[in-house]
């Protein structure tokens, strides 16, 4: 048996716990339908796919968007316990923003062990400074931008409402609204 890890859980809770892959035995049926209405979306909606932010390979966004100008911006980071996931199996729910008017902004980011958590939450800070400063270059209004964030991007989400924006030259608070999701199921 495994040592313990944090209080009284093993390695093995841990993962049964905090990772959907171990604890939920359907998730791959739904994160394959998952990557199957978002390759579909990828292939028929207007987009800009992997606009880099950074100078990392991984640091790019695919921008989705709505059919008027000034549209508000949802801005969306993919889950994946910050070591797995990517933007192109989750960009599914993007046709209905867009039909309603709203700008879709889905973000990459390198992955752990590559990298550092804190490094993450820097790309994810960057991304945001991107978003505001040049979403209006594709129709979005950098005055309405709102984020989400599943799982560990629900961490990422929080990270980014904790951050001094007027730090790196942008408003005290350029985020309109937030939610996080726990996981899929």
């Not at 978003?131 to 599943?150: A, C, M, N, Q, T």
Request: proline residues 5%.
């Amino acid at each position: 048996m495994s040592e313990v890890v944090y209080k009284e859980f093993r390695k093995e809770e841990m993962e049964f716990h905090f990772n959907p892959r171990v604890s939920s035995p359907d998730y791959p049926h739904w994160a394959e339908e998952r990557r199957k209405a978002s390759q579909r979306v990828r292939g028929t909606l207007r987009s800009w796919l992997n606009v880099p932010y950074g100078t990392s390979p991984r640091e790019v966004m695919d921008i989705f968007p709505a059919n008027k100008a000034c549209a508000p911006v949802f801005v969306h980071i993919h889950g994946g316990y910050w070591r797995g996931g990517s933007k192109d199996d989750n960009c599914h729910f993007a046709e209905l923003f867009t039909e309603a008017g709203v700008a879709v902004v889905l973000l990459e980011y390198d992955l752990c062990p590559a990298v550092t958590v804190t490094e993450i939450v820097r790309q994810w800070r960057s991304a945001i400074a991107w978003v505001y400063r040049h979403i209006s270059e594709y129709g979005g209004d950098p005055e309405k931008l709102y984020i989400s964030g599943l799982s560990a991007g629900g961490h990422l989400v929080a990270m980014a409402l904790a951050h001094d924006w007027e730090a790196e030259g942008l408003r005290h608070q350029i985020i309109k609204s937030t939610t996080s999701m726990p996981f899929y199921t």
